[in-house]
């Protein structure tokens, strides 16, 4: 990586950086919300938020994974840049085929996830893509449903980390601790 690039990288994720806006008590009192949707409105940098998850792909990722619902939005078209597939896991009662499901625990109450037992095919390599790792239930729960279909999840990169939740000792507890994990923007507090 030359120094140009390094600085572009750097301006890029300080562009990111500054189009995330904080509403506090929000979905509930107590809770500081980080919001994504001024980013997503701008062109340069939703284009630069894009450009760096592609950027710290492996090669060779076969599927990316999405979260409902912002998972799409951000996942999708990385997957159009890396040249594979885009599978979505979803709330239940949303895909139409069989699915497999599993529960968890987030930072303010409880959700449930499914995937088709078909979404991809045993062997893939399996980028995960987010807007947010916070407390890490979503995505050890997504580890648990690519496991389940005999995919290899090969890396994780999210726009951002909220690190003062702790998400990698719950990742590290549900055995993702070796998993490279790439956050754009980290929260620290």
Same mark, same amino acid.
């Given at each position: 990586?030359? +120094? ?21 008590? !929000? ?11 001024? *980013? ?5 940098? !939703? ?7 592609? @950027?710290? @792909? ?5 599927? %990316? %994974? ?7 939005? /951000?996942?999708?078209? /990385? ?14 009662? =949303? ?14 109450? +409880?959700?449930?996830?499914? $995937?088709?037992?078909?979404? $991809? =095919?045993?062997? +893939? ?13 979503? *995505? ?6 690519? &496991? ?8 994780? +990169? %999210? ?6 939740? &702790?998400?990698? &000792? ?14 754009? %923007?980290?929260?620290?507090?």
């Amino acid at each position: 990586m030359t +120094s140009t690039t390094q600085t572009t990288s750097v301006q890029r994720r300080a562009l990111i950086a500054s189009l995330i806006r904080d509403i506090p008590d !929000f979905p509930q009192q107590g809770v500081g919300f980080k919001d994504i949707t001024p *980013l997503l409105g701008d062109a340069a940098g !939703f284009r630069a938020t894009i450009d760096e998850l592609v @950027a710290t @792909a492996p090669a060779g990722i076969d599927v %990316v %994974v999405g979260m409902e619902a912002r998972g799409f939005i /951000v996942g999708a078209p /990385v997957a159009i840049a890396l040249g594979a597939g885009f599978v979505p896991v979803r709330k239940p009662g =949303k895909l139409p085929a069989e699915t497999y499901e599993v529960s968890y625990d987030l930072e303010y109450g +409880s959700e449930t996830l499914t $995937i088709h037992t078909d979404a $991809i =095919k045993p062997g +893939s390599r399996v980028l995960v893509v987010d807007d947010v790792l916070a407390t890490g239930g979503t *995505l050890a729960a997504t580890a648990g449903l690519i &496991q389940r279909l005999g995919a290899e999840l090969v890396h994780v +990169s %999210v726009l951002m980390e909220l690190a003062f939740l &702790q998400p990698r &000792q719950l990742l590290a507890r549900a055995g993702l601790g070796e998993t490279a994990i790439t956050a754009l %923007v980290t929260v620290a507090s």
